[in-house]
């Protein structure tokens, strides 16, 4: 649910303001409105690990919960035309979101199941 939240967001993105291994944001009009927003999707610590949080105007929403990522592995990867890996996520054309996610992390083994999906950043303007 949350990958899927985060990719419905991304594919309206016009403009990456930051971007790093666990905060992403940008500018997009991911309502259709004709207005565009800005869009910050944060992983947060919580009481099961981590969440990631998506706040759009000052209003923050949990998208997913039971995130078990560990803190060397990234939520969030970028990517430039070329498919090579950047640091500075505002240089991104392809964006890559790994979550690790255990409905119970509190209990073991653990079971988490690994979600990942790409999104390519049509819509970008370019940086001038």
Not at 31 to 44: L, R
Not at 62 to 88: C, H, M
Not at 108 to 120: G, Y
Request: no cysteine.
């Amino acid at each position: 649910h949350g990958a899927e939240q985060i990719s419905r967001d991304l594919r309206s993105t016009i403009q990456i303001t930051s971007g790093s291994a666990d905060q992403f944001v940008f500018d997009g009009d991911y309502n259709g409105d004709g207005t565009t927003e800005s869009i910050t999707y944060s992983k947060v610590t919580s009481s099961s690990g981590f969440k990631i949080d998506r706040t759009i105007g000052g209003v923050t929403k949990t998208v997913a919960e039971g995130v078990v990522n560990s803190y060397s592995e990234p939520i969030f990867k970028y990517y430039d035309q070329d498919g090579v890996a950047q640091t500075d996520g505002t240089l991104a054309k392809l964006v890559e979101i790994e979550l690790k996610v255990d409905k119970d992390p509190s209990k073991s083994p653990n079971r988490s199941t690994t979600i990942t999906t790409k999104i390519q950043l049509r819509n970008m303007h370019e940086r001038r």
